[in-house]
C-alpha cells in the first residue's frame, strides 16, 4: 500500500463512561475525535479515530507526498 493522500476531521465529542474512564476525566470535560483518512490513488485504505481530552488538545498536522514516488 502506499498513501497518496489524507484528510482529517476533527468534531467535538461529548463523551461517553468507557471514554471518561480511560481518559480518567469528569463528566463536564468535553473531547475531540479525530479521524484521519488516508488513500491509495481512488481507494480508501486506512481509517484512523482517536478520542482526545478537549481541556489539553492541541493539535497540528503536517502531510507530505512525494511525487517522486509515483
Given at each position: 500500500?502506499?498513501?497518496?493522500?489524507?484528510?482529517?476531521?476533527?468534531?467535538?465529542?461529548?463523551?461517553?463512561?468507557?471514554?471518561?474512564?480511560?481518559?480518567?476525566?469528569?463528566?463536564?470535560?468535553?473531547?475531540?475525535?479525530?479521524?484521519?483518512?488516508?488513500?491509495?490513488?481512488?481507494s480508501?485504505?486506512?481509517?484512523?479515530?482517536?478520542v482526545?481530552?478537549?481541556?489539553?488538545?492541541?493539535?497540528?498536522?503536517a502531510?507530505y507526498?512525494?511525487?517522486?514516488m509515483?
Amino acid at each position: 500500500m502506499e498513501i497518496t493522500d489524507a484528510s482529517e476531521v476533527l468534531s467535538p465529542l461529548i463523551p461517553g463512561n468507557k471514554e471518561r474512564m480511560l481518559l480518567q476525566i469528569p463528566p463536564h470535560i468535553p473531547c475531540m475525535l479525530c479521524e484521519r483518512f488516508c488513500h491509495e490513488r481512488e481507494s480508501l485504505i486506512i481509517i484512523h479515530r482517536t478520542v482526545v481530552r478537549g481541556d489539553k488538545f492541541k493539535f497540528k498536522a503536517a502531510y507530505y507526498v512525494d511525487d517522486s514516488m509515483t
